[in-house]
């Protein structure tokens, strides 16, 4: 009789450990995701870049929008190293689309048309779930001047489909009509 109930303390024991242990490796584990989220990786856009003088062409979609280098070597390779990582996965190769909505052709349904207004897209994510809800914020991941080359990625490649005809230019504003008197 002893040893059965001295076996029957050891089994709710070792249910207890397994109960403890599950617990202790979720508490881990969410721990380690916690961890990851509100890391913010090290700036991978070097000062040397930063500083470069450039003479080339800015994307701006208006006098008040942000100003991009887009032909800057350094600064769009950087972005796309990010993009490649973080973003390909949902929005596509070279950001034509997939699961998430395409990023080089020209057009914005979220943040307009602004470079402004897609740096805050992606730092802030869009977590308003009738507007979808399903891109992330990466603001606490990606530093301010990385979000940006990601952006100037963007931008360079949308320049670059427009220039070889892949897509149609969504800038080209219809002539004003002029009547015949
Ligand atoms: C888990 C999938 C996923 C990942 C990863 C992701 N996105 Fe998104 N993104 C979406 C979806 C889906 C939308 C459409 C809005 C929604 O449903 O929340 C979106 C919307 C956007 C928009 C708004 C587009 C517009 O029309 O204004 C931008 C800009 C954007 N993403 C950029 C990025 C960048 C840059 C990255 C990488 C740093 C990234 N996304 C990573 C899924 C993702």
New binding site residues.
Partial sequence: MESISFLSILRRFSTLAVVVGVGFLANVSVGTVYAQESTLADQTLTQECIDQAYSGTMHQSSDADLALEIEKDCLVQNGKQ??D???????GGA?KGG?????TCG???????SNM??LT??SV????KS??????A?GTT?SGMD?LS??AY?RSEETRRIASGEIKDPYIKEEVMVFPE
């Fill in positions: 990010w993009y990582r973080r973003c390909s996965f949902c929005h950001g699961k998430g909505p395409c990023l057009k914005f349904a979220y943040s307009a048309n207004a897609i897209t992606i994510g869009i977590t308003n507007l979808g809800g399903a891109m992330g990466f990606i979000i990601i952006v963007m």
